[in-house]
């Protein structure tokens, strides 16, 4: 069984920074698409963060330049390094993975979903 894990979500003043984590299990990715997705209460779901297996990234324009994507195979992790956070970051983020890239590499759909991390920014 495919499981997807995320932990490091918590609580962070505005301008603090955390690191988000999501370990797959049940099999590995590392020929596939990893991505981090957020949902805020009262919001959709929105992409925020995506890297190939080739390490070729993509990211929502409001956390460029602040978030950081990345992956270590061997350990069929991929990590979010989330920088200057502001209280509009504050959501449950949620990794999601795939094999197939698909016509939209970076934005879906996905196959995979873990279970989600909250994250709070406080002001």
């Known amino acids: 069984q495919v499981q997807l894990l995320e932990s490091g979500g918590g609580l962070v003043q505005a301008g603090g920074s955390l690191r988000l984590a999501c370990a797959a299990s049940g099999r590995t990715f590392s020929r596939g698409v990893m991505a981090w997705f957020r949902q805020a209460p009262g919001k959709e779901r929105e992409f925020v963060a995506a890297?190939?297996?080739?390490?070729?990234?993509d990211y929502a324009d409001s956390v460029k330049a602040r978030f950081t994507i990345s992956r270590d195979n061997i350990k069929d992790t991929v990590y979010l390094i989330s920088n200057s956070l502001k209280p509009e970051d504050t959501a449950t983020y949620y990794c999601a993975a795939k094999m197939n890239r698909g016509s939209l590499w970076s934005r879906g759909p996905y196959d995979y979903w873990g279970q989600g991390t909250q994250v709070t920014v406080s002001s």
């Open positions: 890297i190939s297996e080739d390490y070729i990234t």
